[in-house]
């Protein structure tokens, strides 16, 4: 039996009223909290930063929050955001200069690492640095906005990097984040993720939480 976990992504989330959102959407389900910064920069759009996770925690969420920097450079954000109470830091290669050194830095600060690659990111940046890191998050989607379309090509990379990751000895979890909805869940799973990312779906939808996690956690478990 295959069990894939859920990242809400906040995205879509009502952000006049987060921290009760996230309240919500845990106990509807979701397994992690997942928090999308983007810097008007590396993507074409802005988001949030560490003074607003840190309200989060402060609010009384407690649950694994996975941030996804969508930003370019990286190092300078990986403090703020591990102090304002990250659990995960996820970043892509390809916006710093030694991603050796970016992965060491996330994790001197104690969080766990995640790399991030784009719908068009090569697997080659996965070279070298696969015993140090734990997600390896898998865009089906330009990274900048929510509510985009699952790229069909994706799942084949997704299998690839399942049969890379199988041959480590470390755990490393795939994480899907994009455009992931009702239809294409099985086959998302199918093909190796361990964490769907899914914003819109959950959040923009007429169905209360609980009635779609229960929906999307029924299409999941996989004999
Ligand atoms: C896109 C973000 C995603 C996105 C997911 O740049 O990284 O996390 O918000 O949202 P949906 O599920 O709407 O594609
Ligand atoms: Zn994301």
Redesign the pocket.
Known sequence: MTKCLIAA?I??ANFACLGQEINDVIHAGADII?F?V?DNHY?PNITIGPTVLKAIRDYGINSIIDV?L?TKPVDNLIIPFAQAGADYITFHPENTYHVDRSINLIKQCGCKVGLALTPTTPLSYLDYVLEKIDIILI?A????????TFLPVIYNKIQNINNIVKKQTNKILLSV????NINNISKIVICGANIL?????IF?NTMPYIQTIKYIKKKIFIK
């Open positions: 992504s995205l879509s997942h999308d983007m993507v996804h969508m865009m989607v330009n990274p900048g906005y929510a509510g985009q984040d994009g455009g992931i990312v899914i914003g819109s779906f923009n």
